[in-house]
């Protein structure tokens, strides 16, 4: 059974901190990983996919890594900013159902 | 491109009624998939629907139960409300096994 963990559960940085957020899973047979970024109250918006072919992808100041070997996925946020205070959530998808298995989430706080 | 919709935003409810939420995906995605969300156990995947069919379920009772239409909009119903159904449901869509797009949830509370 797929166990996604992100530790630690909350993090809370000083405005322009460049931040790695860490995901692991203990399956690596995926098919492709997903991070989002949740605001109080709302839904999921997603930042970035990462299908298990690639090593990463880039959207502006975030970067994602996958290692499907060691079942790790790292988040890195350049220059954080108050805006990006969120909980964060990274999910993977395995192959033959859009089934997503998602970790418990990141609060983030940046503080300006 | 409009995104997910998903209508109620928020309900009511008593133990022992029974609800339907609606979620519409983007225009292209046959894809739709439905999670339950409490503080407790997180993000819990509830079922997948493609082209009207049932492709997968979570471990959920048979009291939650959906549909998919042949215009990919779904539906969730959930029979006989329990205390503990109170939760944010979230839909996603998708163009199948690919990038998923959330909706923006229903809150749903059970007195």
């Given at each position: 059974k797929q166990e996604v963990t992100q530790i630690p559960a909350a993090l809370s940085v000083p405005e322009g901190e460049n931040l790695v957020l860490n995901c692991s899973f203990t399956?690596?047979?995926?098919?492709n990983l997903q991070w989002f970024r949740q605001d109080p109250g709302k839904g999921l918006t997603s930042l970035l996919l990462i299908q298990s072919s690639q090593r990463e992808q880039t959207s502006g100041r975030l970067n994602a890594s996958l290692d499907k070997s060691s079942g790790r996925s790292t988040l890195y946020i350049a220059?954080?900013?108050?805006?990006?205070s969120a909980t964060y959530l990274c999910a993977v998808m395995q192959g033959g159902s859009e089934k997503l298995v998602f970790g418990k989430g990141m609060k983030l706080t940046v503080n300006p | 491109k409009a995104g997910v919709t998903q209508t109620p935003r928020y309900l009511i409810k008593t133990r022992g009624q029974q609800v339907t939420l609606s979620c519409s995906p983007i225009s292209g995605h046959r894809s739709v998939s439905w999670y339950q969300q409490t503080p407790g156990q997180g993000l819990q995947f509830l079922f997948e629907y493609f082209s009207e069919t049932q492709r997968n379920k979570g471990n959920?009772?048979?009291r939650f139960s959906g549909r998919q239409f042949s215009n990919s909009r779904s539906e969730m119903n959930v029979s006989?409300?329990?205390?503990?159904?109170?939760a944010l449901y979230l839909c996603a869509s998708s163009l199948n096994y690919y990038e998923q797009y959330f909706g923006p949830g229903t809150r749903l509370l059970v007195l």
């Open positions: 399956d690596s047979a995926i098919y220059a954080s900013q108050p805006g990006d | 959920f009772p048979g006989t409300l329990e205390l503990g159904d109170s």
